[in-house]
Nanobody, 122 residues
Framework: QVQLVESGGGLVQAGGSLRLSCVAS????????MGWFREAPGKERELVAA????????YFADSVKGRFTISRDNAKNTVYLQMNSLKPEDTAAYYC???????????????WGQGTQVTVSS
């Protein structure tokens, strides 16, 4: 049974930082690209960042470039999202997803976590 479990969300003031983690089990983690997505109330889920299987390739949405970084530790089956200089518009539920890089980029992940809430106060 595949499980993706996110953690690290919370309430933070604008300008602050959070680090999200997503731990995977039940799949060959190193064989999957990983992505972080977010969904704000009334908005569609959007891809925030993605990382290739080896970690050598990454993608960031324009809205988070220069503020967020994505990394992975294949030995720990974990992908991270470091979020700096947070803004109120970053408020959303954040989800990790796993699939091929193309499918992650397209939002068509086969596996999803349950999400962790990030709230940024002004």
């Amino acid at each position: 049974q595949v499980q993706l479990v996110e953690s690290g969300g919370g309430l933070v003031q604008a300008g602050g930082s959070l680090r999200l983690s997503c731990v995977a089990s039940g799949l060959a983690f190193g064989s999957y690209a990983m992505g972080w997505f977010r969904e704000a109330p009334g908005k569609e889920r959007e891809l925030v960042a993605a990382i290739s299987r080896s970690g050598g390739g990454t993608y960031f949405a324009d809205s988070v470039k220069g503020r967020f970084t994505i990394s992975r530790d294949n030995a720990k089956n974990t992908v991270y999202l470091q979020m700096n200089s947070l803004k109120p518009e970053d408020t959303a539920a954040y989800y990790c997803g796993a699939d091929s890089f193309y499918n992650v980029y397209s939002g068509l992940c086969n596996y999803w976590g349950q999400g962790t809430q990030v709230t940024v106060s002004s």
